[in-house]
């Protein structure tokens, strides 16, 4: 029996078992040294990614940002230490496409409340190390992010780290997921609702 | 300051409660004053029940937790003989801290700064070089100090320092049938925490309790939250769109308990017997149609059922001063200073400990923890901007008044039933007012605060 195509962004039938195996697998112990990829061709390519990402976030540019995510995607804000496991923890933020498009749709609201007026932000990911998986197709990339956010006369930061996991499509990379884990993913957090 | 009276037992100069707190309205200080912040942690933080933390997070003996009542840094533990303590988190030396580990597993706790060691029941188990001291350590007043009534109900524990305090079944009367009801739709009667959702914000702390029952707010508050569940077609039913018309001709109802606690309840908009109802109006969640349908193939005769277990029950139920169940949440509430307060919106998953779900539990907590992740999200960060902006506002000294008048004076509004319980309409602001007369007779009455050392 073939599945039936489903509309990732109208329906969640990918996160499945194997998804979320695939997941906890494919985030556990995968910063190895003998993993890691230090072409610097490649590195820079990855790198490249990582700062357009953040210019399309800085500037608001949501769609396009959507538009580095494969259909069937993760966007991923652990509380716990390294991820957890998302099936029996619940997380800052577990966005398949759906809640995606869903985020986005609410941050482009005039009536979002937590982002009005809209935090202006700079960000600066750095750090970026590459490692290959057994799919040569996908790598996974660690970067450092540091985010100045500026509110209504307040100033405050986000910093932690994020893992990308990254498709090549035969044209172009296209994440798979990103995870963003916060210095301070177990502490209280003041209105979180910018996209890390 | 003639030295002589301790904060304690102070009077709170200069603010009169009879004025401060009205029947139609409230005064912007009680949001505002360091002083009434100070006292409020002693008169109404020491003088009633508080939620200090729940049996799930020390299912063990030698179990801790961290835990604060009020600004008083505990240590929640089940000790080693199984006896739920709550310890203040200071060692009996000089002060510091005992525990600086957030949760664990702990027979003992030693001190970082000198050494000193208590067992987890809190008495002093040694020093470093006692023949220093001309006396030995058998006095409990070395002991750490704790709680001196700690209670549970269904699994909630609390704890208060007051001795006057009624049992903590009376202090909670009427909310205890609604947490017995939100408990007991989940199998063996318990639910397990897993992680929070933790948000901060600038602002009061009753500025949390002010909005949990509060159903005039939703459709401007949450109007981002509304439009984005309302954004694919077929989704009408979803969510909280038993909102869309006027909720006051909706069969949801805000009931006040007495003792300061509150209830809203949204249950009216779904058939309660039958199956599956709740999971017709739960909002969209990552992975919940793989799930549906693997949980509708595999358990065709119990699948509705399983699937209430994933989605919530529409019901806030507060229990004053710092607890509230929404939906599946347990949020906590932890008052930081005047203007900075905590809330930590728990998980809470499925046990099944008898099998009874016929192995589907995972499947059940696979969706739950993803329809639990929406409202922190979506919806609170939106409120608690709001609060934010309520503090900002109520900088203007000269005007005085917050409103809590919304259906006073209206005819028939109102049942009150035999245990004196008022029902009134799904936006009525009556909670507030009712709430707010517990809060000025609390903050003009002095607590007989005490901490136990003897184990």
Partial sequence: MT???????????????????????????????????????QRDACRNLLEREARYLDDCRFDDWLGMFAPHCLYWVPASKNGGDPRHEVAVAFDDRRRLEDRVFRLTSPYAWSQQPVS???????N???FGTDDPDIVMTRASFLISEFQAGDYRSWAGWYGHRLHWTGDCWEFLVKQGNLINYDQNLRNPSIIL | MDGLITPRTSPIDGYDFDYLIQEDRVHRQIYTEEPIFKAEMNRVFGAVWVYLGHESQIPNNDDFVQTWLGQRPLVLVRDSTGKIRALYNRCTHRGSTVCRQVSGSAKAFQCPYHGWTFLNSGEIRGVPWPEGYAEDFSDSKFNLAQVPR?????????????????????????????????????????VSLCNANRLKLHGNWKLVYDNSADGYHVVFSHRSLLAMENRLEGADEKGMTFYKENPDSAPMYVYYFGNGHHFKDKRGNVERDKPGALWEIEGVAPGMEYFEAKLRREHPARANEFLDLAASEPMNINVFPNLHILGNHIQVVRPLSVTETDTTWWGTAVVDDDNTLDGAVDDINAIRMRTQEGFPNFGEVDDLMNFEQIQVGLQAEEDEWAYTHRGLGLPDRYSVDEAG????????????????KEYRRLMTTEPDIQIARDI
């Fill in chain 1, 120 to 126: 202006r932000t700079s960000r600066l990911v750095s």
């Fill in chain 1, 128 to 130: 970026v190390a590459v």
């Fill in chain 2, 150 to 190: 700690v209670d549970s109900y269904r699994g909630f524990i609390f704890g208060t320092l007051n001795m006057d305090a009624p049992p903590l079944l009376d202090y909670l009367g009427p909310v205890a049938k609604p947490l017995a009801e939100w408990v007991d739709r989940h199998p063996g009667g318990k």
């Fill in chain 1, 3 to 41: 599945a039936p195509e489903h509309d990732p962004s109208r329906s969640s039938f990918y996160i499945d078992d194997d998804f979320y195996r695939d997941l906890v697998d494919g985030f556990t112990d995968w910063q190895t040294d003998t993993a890691e990829i230090t072409d610097p061709a």
């Fill in chain 2, 421 to 436: 319980t008022i029902k009134g309409p799904a936006t009525d602001e009556v909670f507030l007012r009712e709430y707010f």
